[in-house]
């Protein structure tokens, strides 16, 4: 909403204001304000007047002397309008434009003092410049002053305020309801609004009538006004619409826009000639058709209101008109239109065709005593400024019930909400400041809320009223005075990252929504995915079920850059629906690739590693001894079937691991995902401590050659049930495939620990438990121990 | 007398001998020389049994004092030569220092983690519960039970991502304050209440400054007595802790649905300090927080009842924070997660 000062001074004296001052006390009071300042961000122009206009050779230019009255100016020009005799604004040496500042200069070897100046290089927005004005200088009338301010000369000598206003203050969004709020803070009253008029001794009750055959209306007014006299509006309507950002057009249209900004209710004016003598304001038929004002065709729907005539509709209600009864040049007669329509379906309406000032103010809700002030002051400066005759009476239908609204106001409650102890008698020169009725008892107020008030309904809007005009800033601050109680995170999330970053991995935080093309990607579960109503782009139009597939389009994006070198996880919730139920889950993803071992650039990370990192965390976390990995068949298809598994905890998969495909990708990337839920479901084990043997522990190391396919855990699980209790530490230190066996087979080394809580172990003790080991082994895998 | 020119002729043969030595195997050799087996004062001390009985205790402490100098003097230079060798070998154990460290994989928490835990710790210090609901929310948790009824204006400013076929009953929570409906409905006894919800939020948003999904983090505190002055205490410690203590704070008064009355929270402009530039517009403020008074609405459809119970509310971007904490200008890098700018979140707080 722009204020503009003169505007507003019509009805409260700001004259001794600075704007700036007005802005920050309206934000102190929350009505915040984007930006305030001059109409025009210009300076030293005046009017000036063309003596004398000479073409310079060869060129579109010209060499003008302009008269200012203080001197004659020397001034070179090249718009093509210049002419003797003709008065134009004068940017004089050192004026600032928003082009830059004007300097003596010397063109094409003539000296230049100044320029002859155009609205547009005034600052003035496109959509105030006439045709002419985009093609030369101004050109003032001829009644111009020479000498005098151009700025004043044109009316724009004005200042104004771009507020951001709450959704709440629909009454601000009027000339009337800034001038009461303001006249709060300055304790100024408001200058009553002119509504008089004469009417002639005609009455619109016998020409015309009205049908209103919805809900979504309940009050609609109507008056007729004929003969008027279209013409261009007087200078200070149109000054005051330009500064509220309105381009003005004629007379009658400008009236209707002037009444709207003055007293916030939207107005429609039809050209009575072209219209039934009925009105019937009614739902949109489904698929109706309107063209309204832009000479669009607009299909309805029966969300939408129109107002139409018998046959059809006229006009989009608060929203835009429609063409067929719009005003023109030639219109003699007018009807006049102020109603109230239901809010939520214009917001839907104008949400679909178009955002106006109109509908915004029905948007927010509108006061039926400004309805009745707005049609009277049409009539008043149709009046006076169209030479209109304003038929007697007025067609009226008032379903309207609003009641005035009164409120008790506890002083307690003031005090106790806000938290401080203001006086009753501040209280209550601030609620009559703000035109409240106040009524005073011993412990509250009885207060009569003003009708243009429509966001005031309880108790506590009044405590934010006395609150905000006390000041917020007022209020001294202190802490709650509350119970001692332990404050609580979730600190297993939070161990897990930090774990995960200790272990040289970096943290990543990706988008929730993909592509549904990716949904089902780096898994094999079945899940319903869930999809977006109105995605922003088919890229996001998907709520992701594993993090894997935003992982590896981070590796992707990083990958093009050339950053292969790539450690990062993620922790985010994966979603689905189940049984009609939209699920989310916590989950854990990493994904590996390139250098981790920083010092032996040659080593790249493996399955191995991602494997190392894993069980780093499980251990860390408390699951230790209680997980393994699982070959399994349900592998997703983007895995590489021989260097993947499933992660079982207590006998259930809580996730997988593996590398891409290479068919998918073809850098070695491992990748990983783990359910959180499904983990942290296993309670943790206990963490205590274990008696540190004091006796020496004894090592034996054995290799066995064995078939390639036996796995090193079965190899482990045999060893350990051979080694019973005695054996206490398993570590393998050496595979190796080669020449010097045969090709179907694979050396395993391994090292293994002997150590005796209570005693010191013997050669002999040791040896013994140690050929059971080999013999089982052996046995077991019908292999042989290889030779040192 | 013979047996001094004796020690004398020793003294000097050790001399004459030591000056030779470079070694500590030479050192031996002159100690077996002297004192082995075959060794000269070994001889030497062969001669007591021929020494009369009342000679032999001068005998011996010639004897002694002979040995004692050639230890002494044999020590003396193998002492010197373990200096020597031990300083030769520092000598060659010398290294550039000036060598670059080895580098150790580093990994690094997300800014929006780290800021997140930031503010999860000032507020369990105050003594509140960290709550976390689900993304995935009701359209009654996220506007109906916060005030906002279908078609409200307000919902305007929240352009929402409605589930498939589920306009304006499932979406993706467009704030955390849908946290205030859910924990005053879970909260059985219908008691005091004081938790903060940090999350992902979502709204159809793409721009510089606005991201489609961000980071918001709600507080909530309901209790018998407490008032916007505590609200204001609490939000003042709060910016002042996050932002620094100099930072200077401003309740201005606003609009919420859910709250009433309702307060944004102004702080002077990250960028200059008051003084007014292009990030403030020239304010000298940066709008951080909005907040209010729980509207008793609210606390009604929560079960509470808002005559016996007030309660204070605030919510706020917490990108926002990260983008001035670490003078991140657009919040499209916080999602990026381009590998260089995550590894530069390897570092420590300043205080």
Redesign the interface.
């Known amino acids: 909403m722009l204020l503009s000062k003169k505007f507003v001074s019509d009805y409260l004296d700001v004259s001794n204001l600075k704007i700036e001052e007005i802005a920050n006390d309206m ?4 009505n ?1 304000y ?2 305030c300042g001059p109409l025009i961000k210009a300076s030293n122009l005046k009017v000036g007047e063309v003596l004398s206009v000479e073409d310079i050779p060869d060129t579109h230019l010209h060499k003008c002397v302009v008269d200012i009255k203080e001197e004659k100016l020397d001034i070179i020009c090249g718009a093509p309008n210049v002419r003797v005799g003709l008065k134009t604004i004068v940017a004089l040496p050192g004026a600032k434009l928003p082009g830059g500042e004007i300097k003596k200069s010397v063109i094409r070897g003539y000296e230049s003092n100044g320029m002859l100046c155009s609205l547009a290089e005034l600052g003035l927005d496109n959509k105030f410049l006439s045709s002419k004005d985009k093609e030369g200088i101004h050109e003032f009338k001829n009644d111009a002053i020479v000498g005098e301010d151009a700025i004043n000369a044109l009316g724009l000598d004005d200042e104004v305020i771009d507020f951001e206003l ?4 629909g009454d601000l969004l009027s000339i009337l309801g800034m001038a009461y709020e303001l006249g709060a803070i300055y304790k100024k009253s408001v200058k009553d609004i002119d509504l008089d008029f004469s009417e002639i001794d005609r009455s619109i009750d016998k020409e015309f009538s009205i049908s209103i055959d919805t809900s979504k209306c309940n009050l609609f007014l109507a008056k007729k006004v004929i003969d008027v006299e279209i013409k261009e509006s007087p200078n200070f309507i149109k000054e005051r619409l330009i500064a509220s950002g309105i381009r003005p057009i004629n007379n009658v249209v400008d009236i209707s826009n002037y009444v709207m900004l003055e007293t916030g209710q939207p107005l429609h004016f039809y050209d009575a000639n072209n219209l039934g003598d009925t009105l019937i304001v009614r739902d949109a038929k489904e698929h109706e058709k309107l063209t309204t004002l832009d000479g669009v065709d607009r299909i309805l729907t029966s969300d939408d209101i129109v107002i139409a005539d018998k046959s059809f509709a006229v006009g989009l209600a608060g929203v835009m008109g429609g063409l067929s009864t719009e005003v023109l040049d030639n219109t003699k007669d007018i009807l006049i239109e102020a109603a109230i329509f239901d ?2 379906s214009i ?2 309406t104008s ?1 679909k065709i178009l955002r106006s000032e109109a509908s915004n103010r029905f ?2 809700g509108l006061d039926p005593n400004r309805t009745y002030m707005a049609i009277k002051r049409c009539c008043n400066l149709l009046e006076r400024f169209a030479s209109a005759k304003i038929l007697s009476g007025m067609i009226e239908y008032n379903e309207n019930n609003t009641k005035e609204k009164i409120i008790n106001l506890r002083f307690e409650k003031i005090n ?5 102890e203001i006086n009753k008698s501040e209280v209550v020169s601030i609620l009559k400041s703000l035109g409240f009725l106040v009524k005073e008892n011993k412990d509250y107020l009885e207060v009569e809320v003003p009708s243009r008030r429509l ?1 005031i309904s ?1 108790e ?2 009044l ?2 009223e006395v ?2 005009l006390y000041g ?2 007022k ?16 600190k297993t999330k ?1 161990e897990i ?2 774990k ?14 993909i592509s549904d093309c990716e949904v089902h990607k780096y898994t094999n579960d079945s899940f319903t995915p ?7 782009s088919e890229e ?1 139009n998907t ?1 992701r079920y594993s993090l894997l597939p935003s992982l590896v389009n ?1 590796f992707k ?2 990958k093009s ?1 050339n ?1 292969e ?4 996880f993620e922790m985010g ?1 994966g ?1 689905f629906k189940e049984n009609d139920e ?1 699920k ?1 889950e916590l989950k854990l993803a990493i994904l590996i690739s390139g250098e ?4 032996i650039p040659s080593k790249k990370a493996d399955f191995y590693t991602l494997k190392g990192i894993i069980e780093e965390l499980l251990d860390y976390l408390g699951y230790g001894n209680r997980y393994s990995f699982k070959v399994s068949d349900n592998i997703p298809s983007e895995f590489h079937p021989k260097q993947s598994c499933e992660i079982i905890l207590q006998g259930s998969s809580i996730g997988i691991m593996g590398k891409i495909h290479p068919s998918e990708m073809k850098e070695d990337v491992y990748l990983l995902e783990i359910n959180l839920d499904k983990l942290l479901k296993n309670s943790p084990s206990r963490m205590t401590y274990k008696d540190i043997s004091k006796y020496p522990s004894i090592c034996k190391d054995v290799a066995f050659v064995v078939k390639k396919e036996i796995s090193s855990e079965s190899i482990i699980n045999v060893i350990k049930k051979a080694g019973g209790k005695l054996l206490n530490k398993i570590s393998i230190f050496d595979i190796y495939v080669g020449n010097k066996i045969a090709s179907d087979l694979k050396s395993i080394a391994f090292n293994l620990e002997f150590r005796d809580q209570s005693k010191t172990l013997t050669e002999e003790e040791v040896m013994e438990v140690f050929n059971k080991i080999i013999l089982s082994v052996t046995k077991e895998f019908n292999c042989v121990v290889r030779d040192k | 007398m013979e047996e001094n020119m004796e020690r004398e002729n020793i003294i000097l043969k050790l001399e004459e001998k030591l000056e030779s030595v470079t070694t500590k195997n030479d050192i031996a050799q002159v100690k077996a020389y002297f004192l082995g087996y075959d060794g000269v004062v070994t001889k030497m001390s062969m001669k007591m049994k021929e020494i009369p009985n009342e000679e032999k205790p001068r005998f011996g402490k010639l004897l002694n004092e002979i040995k004692n100098e050639v230890v002494a003097r044999l020590d003396k230079i193998t002492l010197e030569m373990e200096e020597k060798e031990l300083n030769e070998k520092l000598e060659k154990d010398s290294i550039d220092i000036t060598l670059p460290g080895r580098k150790i994989k580093r990994g690094s928490l997300h800014p929006m983690t780290r800021i997140e835990e930031e503010f999860e710790d000032l507020f369990v210090s105050m003594g509140y519960q960290v709550y976390t609901g689900p993304e995935i929310e009701s359209d009654e948790n996220c506007f109906q039970k916060l005030n906002i009824p279908k078609s409200h204006p307000a919902r305007d400013a929240q352009d929402t991502f409605y589930l498939k076929d589920e306009f304006e009953k499932f979406l993706l929570r467009s704030q955390t304050s849908t946290a205030q409906a859910r924990a005053m409905e879970e909260n059985k006894e219908k008691g005091p209440i004081r938790i903060v919800c940090p999350g992902k939020v979502y709204r159809r948003d793409e721009d510089a400054t606005h991201s489609h999904q961000f980071m918001q983090i709600e507080g909530l505190v309901i209790d018998e007595g407490v008032s916007m002055a505590d609200l204001k205490g609490t939000l003042e410690l709060f910016c002042k802790h996050i932002l620094g203590e100099k930072t200077k704070v401003r309740f201005r008064p606003s609009f919420f649905p859910f709250t009433e009355p309702s307060v944004e929270v102004d702080v002077t402009c990250f960028k200059c300090g008051g003084s007014g530039c292009s990030l403030c517009k020239n304010t000298g403020w940066i709008e951080v927080l909005g907040a209010g008074m729980v509207h008793p609405n609210v606390l009604e459809m929560g079960g509470y009842d808002s005559k016996k119970y007030q309660g204070f509310a605030f919510g706020t971007g917490m990108d926002r924070f990260a983008m001035f904490k670490y003078n991140i200008p657009d919040i499209r890098t916080i999602y990026g997660n381009d590998i260089k700018f995550l590894e530069q979140f390897d570092r420590k707080d300043v205080d």
């Not at chain 1, 934000?27 to 929350?30: I, L, Q």
């Not at chain 1, 709450?166 to 203050?169: E, I, K, L, V």
């Not at chain 1, 202190?478 to 001692?484: A, N």
Request: proline residues 2%; aromatic residues 10%; hydrophobic residues 30%.
């Open positions: 934000t102190r009071v929350g915040e984007d930006s709450t959704s709440n203050r809010s939520t917001r839907k949400k948007e927010k106790k909400v806000l938290g401080i966001d309880i506590e809007d405590i934010e609150g905000r917020m800033d209020i001294v601050s202190h802490f709650p005075k509350l119970d001692v109680v332990v404050g609580s995170y979730d939070r990252k930090h995960l970053k200790d272990l040289g991995l970096n943290e990543t935080v990706s988008y929730t929504l869930i999809k977006l109503n109105d995605p922003m996001r709520l981070i994006y990083n850059y950053q070198n790539i450690s990062i919730k979603f939209y989310e981790y071992y920083l010092d």
